[in-house]
Structure formats: C-alpha cells, structure tokens
C-alpha cells in the first residue's frame, strides 16, 4: 500500500530555487521527501524557506566503463542525427572534440569512431535499449530499487533531464511502477541529446518545446509531454519580491540619479571572454564620459566560482558595482551542490526591476528582464584576442533555440564595442518591444499559471 509521499529530486541548485522557492509545492496535500546529495547545513539552510518533511540521502554512484561508453556513444550519435534533421552544424559544438588526457583521447575518439554506424535513428534506440539494461546492473540499481522499495512512494519528480544519476533512479521506480515525472531544465536543452533518463512524464515550458520533444525524441508518446509552462518567472509577478528602493541603491552602492546598466554574466565554458566584454561596457561609458548618467550593476552567473571578473572590476571600481548572487557554498565548491538562498530570488527581481538594461551573451536573462519589460542588449562580435580559439559568438547565435526567434528585433544587437554607447541609448529609448512580447510567448508559455499547472498533472 502507497503512503502520500512524493520523492523530490534536484540535481543542481537552479531546480531548488524554481520549484521549492516557487509556489509549485506549497500547501501541498503530498508529504514531501528530498532524496538528494546535499550535505547537512545545506538540507538545514533549505528546509528554513520549504515544506520538505524529511530527506533521504543518495547512495554513491560509480558509473562503470560500460555505462559511460554507450551513454557517451547515444549522445554523439543523437547530436549528429539532430544536427542532420535541422540543418545545424552547430549543435555539433555540444561535444567536446579535443580531450586533454591520453586516456581520453582513446576513448573518446573510439566513440566518435564507432558513431559512424550509428546515423539511422532506429541504430540510436537500439543503443538506448542497451544502456537501458547495462544501469540495471550497477549496484546502485538495487541500491535505489531497495530505498524505493521501502518508501513505496506515490511518485518522483526531478527537476533536471540530465542528472547522472537520474536514469538509474527512474529505471528502478519504472520496474516498481512509481510514477515519475521531470522537466526539461532550460530552453536549450533538447537539441543538446542529454535526455538521460525516461520518464511518465515530460513536463515542458511551451508548446514550442512539446513539438521540440517529438522532433528530437519521436519515440516518446506525445501524450507524455505534456506544457505546464516553468515556475521560475512566477517570482517577478510577485511585489514582496522586490526590494525597498532604498535599501536597494544603499546596499549596491547605486546613484538615484544614474541610469543602471545591468551586465549579466555566463559561466566561463560558456562564454570565456565576459570579463573583456564587461570591460569594453565599462571603457566606452568612462571614455565618452557618461560616467556621471550611467552605472553598471554586475550580476555574474552564480556557479563562476572563478574570480576572472575581478581584475576589470577593481579597474572601474566607480562605475562598476557587483551585485553577488547570494547562493550557498559548500567546501567542494561543485556547481550541483551550489544553490541559491531565498534572498537571492528577491536580489535577481529587483535587480531586473530597477536596471534600466540588460547586457549580456545570448543568456536567457533575456527573458527575466522582459518580466519589467527592460531590454536586452545581445553581445555578437567576438575579442581580437581570444581565451578560445574556437568560441565565437558567430556560432553562439546559430545555436537551435534562438531559432524560436521570430524577429530578430526582440533584442537589440551590439555588433561591435564602437556602439556601445549608442546601442545603451537606443535600449533607453524603448518603451515596449513587441516584437519580445511574441518570442516571450513563444518560449515561455503560460508561465504565469505554471506552479498550479505542475502540481496538478505530477
């Protein structure tokens, strides 16, 4: 006999602000179990802002040689597929074709090697069928199987499709016949063929990302993807969220009567070169001596752990003022156990509600920003001298989801640092951008009635 309890799992931090934080499971009639690997002050820290009634702790998870070989294998044989039926040689940037190690270079090249003969999409489920049954003889599958057996829950929900973990976890509730429902973590993710595990449920932004799933993944039924919309564009409707103007400008040092310019930045694998961006903003506004109308409030992305902005800004430490993601940290400083405090939802509102502009790589902040209808300046010309050769924002812009684009007047485009300043004022000159307003839509959904949309079909 099943108990009311539902198994929440969240890979990464982003999955705990959006859906714990969020009003998905609020007042919920489910006794609700984080099955995790957070360490103790951080299960303490996360039960302060939820309704978690207790935690259950992931065993360790060996992946075997086998295991890796035939995920690694489906994912360079589903990007080559997904690159063919699209037309897009970019997605083929999603894998890592220059290995460091000796030991890498060997097996990864085996796999490229041996995906020749995987190009017809029946080949790839075949392959899927193996890993299938290569997860199930890992130890760690009887060791979930065991856990799930004893908490016989009503069902799972995980936050992230890609979770290493996750295939295993949801293989063995599927030969329980648990229930399990997750949601695709971002709008990018689908081309990227990192659908580790298999669930009862695809829970989707939009129905531009439901057709995505039967685009890139036919064999999934599409009555088992089913749009909810994502919870985490629910916070900026919210106005307890946004922090007193005062105790706003007071705590980032911001000037009444100074225009913000919100510099958002990506990760360093991302995108290398943000800091040399975030400095030609800074060195135009200084130069053109607008330093007395404009200030730069930097939010950088919160798992850079790396420190490579704080050179630039010590270097405009006047005009630049950094607005620090107030996430938690623990001493491993692994980006799947970093996670964001309550106030950091309230910190990424206002920051959006009081910047005047958002600047940024081809980030999703894009869309955070639309909430208070702000624009957003997209960076698309690329540094003389360059962190990696390879990365351009020639190829960021050719990804497939920013072919959900259906004007490229959603944003405004910086071709090149000379307009800097120009492109600041255009943004500053917009009172609405419709043209936003219909790839919002597109992307996004009914975010608005996403919270009550989850809980109802999970």
């Known amino acids: ?252 040092n911001l000037d009444f009567n100074k225009k913000v310019i919100c510099f958002s930045g990506n990760d360093e694998k991302s995108s290398p070169d943000d800091p040399k961006y975030l400095e030609d903003v800074a060195k135009e506004i200084a130069n053109s001596g607008f330093e007395n109308k404009y200030q730069i409030l930097f939010r950088r992305c919160p798992v850079d752990l790396s420190g490579r902005f704080d050179k630039v800004i010590h270097k405009y430490a006047g005009l630049i003022k950094e607005a620090t993601p107030l996430w938690y940290f623990n001493d491993a400083k692994n980006w799947t156990t970093i996670y964001p405090t309550f106030e950091d939802v309230k910190l990424l509102a206002s920051t959006a509600f009081y910047s005047d502009v958002v600047i940024n790589v081809g980030s999703t902040m894009a869309f955070d920003f639309a909430m208070y209808d702000k624009p957003c300046i997209f960076i698309h010309y690329d540094q003389e001298e360059k962190l990696d050769v390879r990365w351009s924002t020639e190829t960021i812009y050719q990804f497939q989801h920013f072919r959900s684009m259906p004007n490229k007047k959603a944003v405004i485009w910086l071709d090149n640092k000379r307009e800097i300043i120009d492109k600041i004022e255009k943004a500053l000159s917009l009172n609405h951008n419709e043209h936003m307003d219909s790839w919002k839509k597109i992307v996004l959904g009914d975010y608005q009635n996403a919270s009550s949309s989850i809980l109802k079909n999970i």
């Open 1 to 252: 006999m099943k108990n009311n309890k539902l198994l929440l799992i969240f890979p990464d931090g982003v999955g705990i602000r959006n859906y714990l934080y969020s009003r998905v499971f609020k007042n919920t009639k489910f006794d609700l179990i984080l099955f995790h690997n957070f360490d103790s002050q951080s299960i303490t820290e996360i039960k302060k802002n939820t309704t978690i009634l207790n935690e259950i702790t992931i065993p360790e998870y060996k992946e075997s040689i086998k295991e890796k070989f035939l995920r690694e294998l489906i994912c360079l044989a589903r990007l080559k597929y997904n690159s063919e039926i699209t037309k897009n040689k970019s997605l083929l940037t999603n894998w890592n074709w220059n290995q460091k190690t000796f030991s890498k270079k060997i097996f990864y090249k085996t796999i490229e090697a041996i995906s020749i003969f995987y190009k017809k999409y029946s080949n790839i489920l075949k392959l899927e069928i193996r890993y299938q049954k290569a997860i199930r003889k890992n130890i760690f599958y009887k060791e979930i199987k065991s856990i799930l057996e004893k908490e016989n829950p009503l069902g799972i929900f995980c936050s992230h499709q890609r979770g290493l973990k996750m295939a295993t976890i949801f293989a063995a509730a599927a030969d329980l016949a648990i229930p399990t429902s997750t949601v695709i973590y971002s709008w990018d993710n689908l081309p990227k063929a990192r659908l580790a595990l298999r669930a009862d449920q695809y829970l989707v932004w939009s129905d531009f990302m439901k057709k995505e799933m039967k685009l890139y993944y036919p064999e999934i039924s599409q009555d088992k993807v089913i749009v909810t919309g994502t919870p985490q564009f629910e916070f900026y409707e919210n106005k307890d969220n946004i922090i007193d103007k005062e105790i706003f400008y007071k705590n980032y």
